[in-house]
């Protein structure tokens, strides 16, 4: 994040939001559940910190939106620290979905304290989000509390049903690119599309306004992820020797594995053998992008991200809040150069 | 449930608004996944209909409390349903978090699809309960739905905490009583509790009335809790030979047990040794009950069920609605004669 004024404002007050938030679970006896979520947000435990608690970007979203659409980015803060909660929610469960056993380069909730008590500790992450929304009773009113709070609910239908389908894929390997936006538009853009909506929502923009910033988070969430599946094979990490990490040893169901099995050739041949092992990467890597997929990838990442900066034009962002947002954007869409 | 015509007059809208809630997922896409809920809540699959969707005594409490407190009880319906979903969202994720492979004779959720599905259709479930409550705007205004939503958050975190410390007190037989009451509160209580506190506040009850009402399901909720431990270890079931249903088999936290453990004699001595096997459940049932436990429990329902009835009386319940909200009560406390 670039040291700028309002981020940087911002920043620490949303860490005190979720600080406040989660401590409606502060009694004694639920002090290990307490420490479950906070090990989680980063703040205890081994290696907490900044590369534990992520950039908070989405809140920065949040906030940065309703400034730029004229509101006042503190009535928000109940709405950013939501988004955040809800966030680190999905990424509890997704953990334990995907028997994943590390994050952000430390062990997982379940990993440290099993399935079941990491399952009850996302539930509770998930309840204190709409309990935090709620707050903006306080600051925006009845109605646009509970307009918010209807949002966020139909946002976590969307990344329920987008889970579903990621797991549904499976042991699958009849996919195409077609199957890919409905799965990301809901693991990803619904939530990012969430942010910038809720932003304009609370500053009592326009209607049409409000819908030219969810035109903005959405496509910026579907840009974004078309972006860091590409990276996922032809990034840096990947490129420098690190073949274990690429997406193609983990099996996602990334952008270009799926233009790949719909191309039908050498690399869908080679995929529906089974998983891929490290040493095959490279070679690999260079077939696919020899069908397109590379290519293809780069593509749609552009035209997702002109979709988006049309969107935000069209919102007519204001001021210094307005130059962040699209400062912020670029930072997403452009993080590794 | 004795034929009587309210609740008759109810069950089948209750039943209808549950399906027009997950009927929110009706996309062909996600078919799998509204197979998923609607097997949970008994309406497909194997073993389909009455048996399988339990009694549905939770959404009757919140729409013969709205009778009661003086409201029209079909305001109260996305109360009623949201309640009766928030009870089986926990259930799916319960059955995942105790390793249960059936429900009402069926196999579970995770039984049938795998953890990871299971675990995205239990969030799935607690998503639509909290849209299906927003949708008291339509009936009551923004200001009861932003409440009632609030509430049934509340309940929901209530609900996490009560199953925190359930599955923290496994492997734990250093137990007493006084460590019963908060997770059978946050378990069993705080729900039922918010049934007649929501049915009280749909119906524009005066805040002291909705207390009262609210006070009678807390104590309904404990004391039903109190006598299903009871029958757990002396009821028919567990008395006609079956005494592999017997909790003491599976080792629950009951609250007959915890007063054994408490009162550190032979049944204490025995439990701490390990797994009760059911050959011993006979011989083990009746040094308990020799130890106390059993009227101890037996007096704790009985005193419990009268502050509920005594608060269910200062709240002054009206009409045909009163006279089956006590039935229902009942029904609930003295379900084996």
Redesign the interface.
């Known amino acids: 994040m670039p040291e700028s004024t309002l981020a940087s404002q911002m920043l620490p007050e949303v860490e005190a939001e979720l600080k406040a938030a989660v401590e409606?679970?502060s009694e004694p006896?639920?002090a290990?559940?307490m420490v479950m979520l906070s090990y989680h947000m980063g703040w205890v435990g081994e290696g907490a910190g900044l590369g534990a608690t992520g950039k908070r970007i989405r809140p920065l979203l949040v906030l940065l939106t309703a400034a730029a659409a004229g509101g006042d980015w503190r009535n928000a803060l109940p709405a950013a620290a939501a988004i955040e909660l809800v966030h680190n929610f999905s990424l509890i469960?997704d953990d334990?979905?995907?028997d994943s056993p590390t994050r952000r380069g430390r062990p997982t909730v379940w990993k440290k304290w099993g399935?079941?008590?990491a399952?009850?500790?996302g539930?509770?992450m998930?309840?204190?989000a709409?309990?935090e929304i709620?707050r903006l009773?306080g600051t925006t009113g009845?109605?646009i509390?509970?307009r918010a709070?209807?949002l966020l609910?139909?946002t976590?239908?969307e990344?329920?049903?987008g889970?579903?389908?990621d797991?549904?894929y499976e042991g699958r390997s009849n996919l195409t690119q077609e199957d890919y936006w409905?799965m990301v538009s809901g693991k990803t853009a619904a939530l990012i599309a969430a942010c910038t909506e809720l932003g304009a929502m609370t500053a009592r923009a326009e209607p049409a306004i409000q819908s030219e910033y969810r035109q903005f988070g959405y496509n910026l969430g579907l840009a974004f992820q078309a972006l860091d599946d590409l990276l996922g094979i032809w990034g840096d990490a990947t490129q420098m020797g690190k073949s274990a990490q690429s997406d193609l040893v983990s099996g996602k169901k990334s952008l270009p594995v799926l233009y790949g099995l719909s191309q039908d050739g050498s690399f869908a041949e080679r995929w529906r053998k089974g998983s891929i092992q490290p040493g095959e990467v490279e070679q690999l890597a260079h077939i696919l992008e020899s069908e397109g997929a590379r290519d293809y990838t780069q593509e749609t990442a552009v035209c997702l991200t002109e979709r988006a900066i049309q969107a935000l034009t069209q919102a007519q962002p204001r001021g210094a809040a307005g130059a962040e947002l699209i400062a912020l954007a670029n930072q997403l869409l452009r993080r590794n150069g």
């Open positions: 409606r679970i006896s639920y290990e559940l469960h334990i979905e995907d399935i079941a008590q399952l009850n500790a539930d509770a998930f309840t204190i709409h309990l709620m009773e009845d109605q509390a509970l709070a209807r609910q139909e976590c239908l990344l329920t049903k889970q579903f389908l797991i549904s409905p």
